[in-house]
C-alpha cells in the first residue's frame, strides 16, 4: 500500500523526443506526488509536483499528467535535450508523512 | 538564499566505527528528513525531525539515530557501523514537511571498510 512503482527502469530518447515515465500508486490517501532530478554525485532537485486537485500541471518543458482513478501519474518532457539525461524519481506523500520514492529512471536523450 | 548543506562530502570508516553527519537546513525551515541511497534499495526514509522532534521514522534498526537542534540543524548517527552501511546519505530540508517542497542536499557518501 506504501509503494510507488516507477517504470520503465532506463529510457534512452534522441534529442528533441519526448520522454515519459510512469508512477502508480496504491494508496489514495498520497496528496502530494513530487518529481525530482538527480545528476551524478548531486542530490535530488525538485523538478515539478502535483496534487490530485489537477489532471495537469506544466512547467516549461515538463508535464505531469495525473490520473486519479487509475491511481497513475506520468512525467512528460517535451523536446529532450543531453542536458536532460539524469535519473528521475517520482514520489507521493500524505499529509507530513514521509516522501515514498520510485525506483527511478535512468534517461539518456542522445543527439 | 543559502541552500540545503551537508558536511562531510565523504566518509571512509572502518566496520565497527560510529558517525556523526550533519546538515544545515535552508533558513526558515523546520523539517528535516533523512534518507539513505543505495543502487539496490533506491532511496530509503530514515526519520524526519519538525521543530527539535522525530515526527516520522523509517524501518531501520536502532542503530540509525538522529536530532535536531533549536536552529534546525540536524545531525544524523550511526553507531556498530556494517558494511551495508555503505551509502549516500541525504538529507532534505522543508517549511513543513513531505508534502511541502523537499530540498535535498548534496549528500555525504560513506564509505565502510
Known amino acids: 500500500q506504501q509503494q510507488v512503482k516507477q517504470s520503465p527502469q532506463s529510457l534512452i530518447v534522441q534529442k528533441g523526443g519526448i520522454s515519459i515515465i510512469n508512477c502508480a500508486y496504491e494508496?489514495?490517501?498520497?496528496?502530494?506526488f513530487p518529481w525530482y532530478q538527480q545528476f551524478p554525485g548531486k542530490g535530488p532537485a525538485l523538478l515539478i509536483a502535483?496534487?490530485?486537485?489537477?489532471s495537469e500541471k506544466k512547467e516549461g518543458r515538463f508535464t505531469i499528467s495525473f490520473n486519479k482513478s487509475a491511481k497513475q501519474f506520468s512525467l512528460h518532457i517535451m523536446d529532450s535535450q543531453p542536458g536532460d539525461s539524469a535519473t528521475y524519481f517520482c514520489?507521493?506523500?500524505?499529509?507530513?508523512?514521509?516522501?515514498?520514492f520510485g525506483t527511478g529512471t535512468r534517461l539518456q536523450v542522445f543527439p | 538564499k543559502a541552500g540545503v548543506t551537508q558536511t562531510p562530502r565523504y566518509l571512509i570508516k572502518t566496520r565497527g566505527q560510529q558517525v556523526t553527519l550533519s546538515c544545515s537546513p535552508i533558513?526558515?525551515?523546520?523539517?528535516v528528513s533523512w534518507y539513505q541511497q543505495t543502487p539496490g534499495q533506491g532511496l530509503q526514509f530514515l526519520f524526519e525531525?519538525?521543530?527539535?522532534?522525530?515526527?516520522n521514522k523509517g524501518n531501520f534498526p536502532g542503530r540509525f539515530s538522529g536530532r535536531q537542534f533549536s536552529n534546525s540543524r540536524s545531525e544524523m548517527n550511526v553507531s556498530t557501523l556494517e558494511l551495508g552501511d555503505s551509502a549516500l546519505y541525504l538529507c532534505?530540508?522543508?517549511?513543513?514537511?513531505?508534502?511541502?517542497?523537499?530540498?535535498f542536499g548534496q549528500g555525504t557518501r560513506l564509505t565502510v571498510v
Open positions: 533558513s526558515g525551515h523546520r523539517s
Open positions: 525531525y519538525f521543530s527539535e522532534t522525530q515526527r
Open positions: 494508496n489514495t490517501a498520497f496528496d502530494y
Open positions: 532534505a530540508s522543508s517549511l513543513y514537511g513531505a508534502n511541502t517542497e523537499a530540498f
Open positions: 514520489a507521493a506523500s500524505k499529509d507530513t508523512d514521509k516522501l515514498i
Open positions: 502535483i496534487r490530485p486537485d489537477v
